[in-house]
């Protein structure tokens, strides 16, 4: 019996071109030489600031803009002008330049050989740093993995920070996370994942939870642009937009994903920001070198979140200096010349250069303050390894492997427990050994 479709035993379209697919492709590989003048840069102070209360639908140009204040000159110009004190921008200037000495230390205890993995923020410490000081202390946040600079700027202990990266006695995760996936309830950081967004979710279903409640905190969350990819971040993007959830959406475009760059996440088509636009809900994209463009940008969406306006998504134009972790080689993927040539610059330099700028800073006192900050990060190294680093020894009682998940302890997990003693008790090893 002959199909009823009229094309159903015919040839294919031979005068059709055939089907291509585009595999994004980064601009520079290793040994070529590096030009980012194709990045628009637009002039400081350029981007409109409407008001908390407009509708999102009234600013959807902003997700494709750069929001700037700070000019090539070190000047703070235009609506998103967040006009902070001196002592205020000095005080971002600290927690900044306390970030990458602790980043440097504690990289150089990875190579040394005292921690299994270490991950800097190198160029990128406004983005978390800028965003703790427009946020209310008591904001949750929940972070990816390269914003211990929320930690840094909310005054945490360098000391218990270290102790968790080294998993020791004094680790309060019980040697149980991956170094560097810090967890600080009473600072407002909720547990690191290693898993790609699953902290976005999370931070919706808080934000739903404070707004159920009546309460007045609202949550802020982070995810690099390649796992804007996933499906956690467009579920959180449905139920925070249906619900109009008090939260704000960070995405941090460093330009690279581990070894694959921005393109495959989306780049080449559309900004970040844009993913705002499909789901109806505020957008943004920040210069993120920019501490104060970063500052203005969390305190206006922060506004909007505890007005009832619904979330707001950042997009963070920003690049990562460093290696994803230490255990990447980026010479491997990028060209060399790529992180001195990002046309943005370095977000601790732009605002020294600022405060020089403007008569409240200078660079003896820059260089005062690197050294002194450098003690101090030294110091609190010398404390946290009285309690042991990692590789050096079991550092928490076997038998609290299994506590910390369930509330009581199933019965198979129980049995399963008192094998795994048995077996260190017979293989002769003193798993008893209280740390």
């Given at each position: 019996m002959a199909s009823e479709h009229p094309r159903a035993d015919s040839q294919p379209l031979r005068n059709l071109p055939g089907l291509t697919l585009h595999v994004p492709e980064p601009k520079f590989r290793p040994g070529d030489p590096v030009d980012f003048a194709e990045v628009d840069v637009p002039p400081a102070g350029q981007a409109r600031r409407p008001d908390t209360a407009d509708k999102a639908s009234d600013f959807t140009d902003l997700a494709y803009t750069l929001v700037r204040v700070l000019d090539d000159e070190g000047n703070a110009v235009g609506p998103w002008d967040p006009k902070l004190s001196p002592d205020m921008l000095r005080r971002m200037l600290r927690s900044m330049a306390l970030l990458r000495a602790f980043d440097e230390r504690m990289f150089r205890a990875q190579r040394q050989g005292k921690t299994s993995f270490y991950m800097k923020a190198l160029g990128e410490e406004a983005v978390a740093v800028a965003a703790a000081y427009a946020l209310d202390y008591e904001d949750m946040c929940f972070p990816s993995y390269r914003q211990q600079g929320l930690l840094i700027a909310r005054g945490w202990s360098l000391v218990d920070m270290m102790n968790q990266i080294y998993s020791n006695t004094a680790d309060r995760l019980g040697g149980k996370q991956l170094p560097i996936m810090y967890s600080v309830k009473e600072a407002g950081f909720f547990s690191i994942s290693g898993n790609?967004?699953?902290?976005?979710?999370?931070?919706?279903?808080?934000?739903?939870?404070?707004?159920?409640?009546?309460?007045?905190?609202?949550?802020?969350?982070?995810?690099?642009?390649?796992?804007?990819?996933?499906?956690?971040?467009?579920?959180?993007?449905?139920?925070?937009?249906?619900?109009?959830?008090?939260?704000?959406?960070?995405?941090?475009?460093?330009?690279?994903?581990?070894?694959?760059?921005?393109?495959?996440?989306?780049?080449?088509?559309?900004?970040?920001?844009?993913?705002?636009?499909?789901?109806?809900?505020?957008?943004?994209?920040?210069?993120?070198?920019?501490?104060?463009?970063?500052?203005?940008?969390?305190?206006?969406?922060?506004?909007?979140?505890?007005?009832?306006?619904?979330?707001?998504?950042?997009?963070?134009?920003?690049?990562r200096a460093e290696g994803h972790s230490t255990s990447d080689d980026p010479g491997q993927y990028r060209s060399e010349g790529e992180p001195n040539a990002w046309p943005l610059g370095d977000p601790i330099k732009r605002l020294k250069d600022h405060l020089i700028a403007i008569g409240e800073w200078d660079d003896e006192r820059h260089a005062a303050q690197d050294k002194e900050l450098a003690e101090q990060v030294k110091a609190a190294q010398k404390e946290a390894e009285k309690n042991g680093i990692l590789g050096h020894g079991l550092h928490q009682p076997l038998e609290s492997l299994f506590d910390g998940v369930f509330e009581e302890l199933p019965w198979h997990l129980k049995e399963q427990r008192q094998q795994m003693l048995d077996e260190e008790t017979a293989s002769g090893r003193p798993w008893d050994r209280k740390a």
């Open positions: 790609l967004t699953t902290q976005y979710p999370q931070a919706v279903g808080w934000a739903m939870a404070s707004a159920a409640k009546g309460d007045t905190r609202i949550a802020a969350t982070w995810c690099g642009e390649g796992s804007t990819a996933e499906g956690d971040f467009h579920s959180a993007c449905t139920f925070a937009a249906v619900y109009r959830a008090p939260v704000i959406f960070n995405v941090v475009n460093n330009q690279w994903a581990i070894s694959s760059f921005s393109g495959f996440a989306g780049a080449e088509a559309t900004t970040f920001a844009a993913r705002a636009v499909g789901y109806g809900i505020a957008g943004l994209r920040v210069d993120g070198n920019d501490a104060l463009a970063v500052y203005a940008a969390t305190q206006w969406a922060a506004e909007r979140a505890r007005t009832n306006q619904g979330p707001t998504l950042i997009e963070h134009f920003t690049y």
